[in-house]
């Protein structure tokens, strides 16, 4: 009975997590067109609000069209492997009840993430296309290289709350937040979770001016919705994690929501205001200026950790 309600409970997790993919998308294109003085989606049903339905069905009934010579097995694989990792993220968030925790929630985590790069690369090396490749070795390059900032970061807060549970970030702000003391290491790892999604100012791997947007150019239809689904269910998820690592607030879910939902406002007001930065700029910031600086706090929090001085 216990594992019947554990998984009815991941299950709507999962149909919400669907649900407000849909939605995080007409709220991007709202935000985005009143910041460029224009209206966005306003014909379907009241401002809009059933555009993402039928966008949805537009590209479900489309027509699936891919290239003559590719890698067919692989490029109809891919995208279901994207969505199935971006699904498991969420495991690692209790719902409406503990009947499942996962002691080990961000070595989980880490793995996931650490996974997403192969899936990347298998969908630009099945495509078989020159942009989809060019577009693969610049977002790899870029996401291993800021993955390994985040992770570093990650660990410096592990220091602090003892675990590997993701939950005992709530147990150790009950009092005060880390947002508070913490304000540089929060800043660097918001600069990270750009970087490593590959959103603006550093979607290099999707840059239209360049790439013709980059690694998924061959995909359409229903291929693209699982690609497209799996991006925007890690930037929710991403969202979540910031807020619970610097806010403790897992337990309470209306406030949870609302400061992930400022999060995500956050990511589309950050596309809407900044230009994109130069290639060999964004690699210079990662290996010459936060790479040493997150070492750097990382040794600071391990030699702490060895006198003792967290308990």
Same mark, same amino acid.
């Given at each position: 009975?216990?594992?019947?309600?554990?998984?009815?409970?991941f299950?709507?997790?999962f149909l919400?997590?669907?649900l407000?993919?849909?939605f995080?998308t007409?709220?991007?294109r709202?935000?985005?067109?009143?910041?460029?003085?224009?209206?966005?989606p306003?014909?379907?049903?009241?401002?809009g609000?059933?555009?993402p339905m039928?966008?949805?069905?537009k590209?479900f009934?489309?027509e699936?069209?891919y290239?003559?010579y &590719? =890698?067919f097995?692989f490029?109809?694989?891919?995208? *279901?492997? #994207?969505?199935?990792?971006s +699904?498991f @993220?969420?495991?690692i968030y209790?719902?409406?009840?503990?009947?499942y925790?996962?002691?080990?929630?961000l070595?989980?985590?880490?793995?996931c993430?650490s996974?997403m790069?192969y899936i990347?690369m298998?969908?630009s090396w099945?495509s078989?296309?020159?942009?989809?490749v060019?577009?693969m070795v610049?977002f790899?390059s870029?996401?291993i290289?800021?993955?390994?900032?985040m992770?570093i970061?990650i660990?410096?807060?592990?220091f602090m709350?003892?675990?590997?549970?993701?939950n005992?970030?709530?147990i150790y702000q &009950? =009092?005060?937040?880390?947002f508070?003391f913490?304000f *540089?290491i #929060?800043?660097?790892?918001l +600069?990270? @979770?750009?970087?490593e999604?590959?959103?603006?100012?550093f979607?290099?791997?999707e840059?239209e001016s360049?790439l013709?947007s980059?690694?998924?150019?061959e995909?359409s239809s229903l291929l693209?919705?699982?690609?497209?689904?799996?991006e925007?269910?890690?930037?929710?998820?991403?969202?979540?994690?910031?807020?619970?690592?610097f806010?403790?607030l897992m337990?309470s879910k209306?406030?949870?929501?609302?400061f992930?939902l400022?999060?995500?406002?956050l990511?589309i007001?950050?596309?809407?205001f900044l230009p994109r930065f130069?290639?060999?700029k964004l690699?210079?910031?990662?290996?010459?200026?936060i790479?040493?600086l997150?070492?750097f706090l990382f040794?600071?929090n391990f030699?702490?950790?060895?006198l003792?001085l967290y308990?």
């Open positions: 009975m216990l594992m019947l309600i554990s998984f009815i409970n299950l709507i997790l919400m997590v669907f407000s993919v849909a995080f007409l709220l991007e709202k935000v985005l067109g009143y910041i460029q003085l224009r209206k966005g306003n014909k379907f049903f009241i401002k609000i059933f555009q039928w966008d949805g069905l590209l009934f489309k699936l069209n290239p003559i &590719l =890698n097995f490029f109809l694989l891919s995208p *279901f492997l #994207l969505l199935m990792i +699904i @993220f969420w495991l209790p719902f409406l009840c503990f009947n925790i996962m002691m080990l929630g070595i989980f985590m880490f793995c993430s996974l790069v990347f298998m969908i099945s078989n296309s020159n942009y989809s060019l577009g610049r790899i870029q996401m290289s800021y993955e390994v900032m992770m970061i660990m410096n807060l592990m709350i003892n675990s590997f549970n993701l005992y970030f709530y &009950l =009092n005060i937040s880390f508070f913490l *540089f #929060l800043i660097l790892l +600069i990270s @979770f750009l970087a999604m590959n959103l603006s100012p979607d290099f791997s840059g360049e013709v980059g690694f998924n150019i995909f693209f919705i699982f690609i497209f689904m799996s925007y269910m890690k930037i929710m998820f991403m969202g979540l994690l910031f807020c619970e690592m806010f403790g337990m209306f406030y949870l929501n609302f992930i400022l999060f995500m406002f990511i007001w950050l596309r809407g130069q290639y060999d690699m210079y910031l990662i290996w010459k200026l790479l040493p997150s070492l040794m600071f030699s702490l950790k060895l003792n308990h």
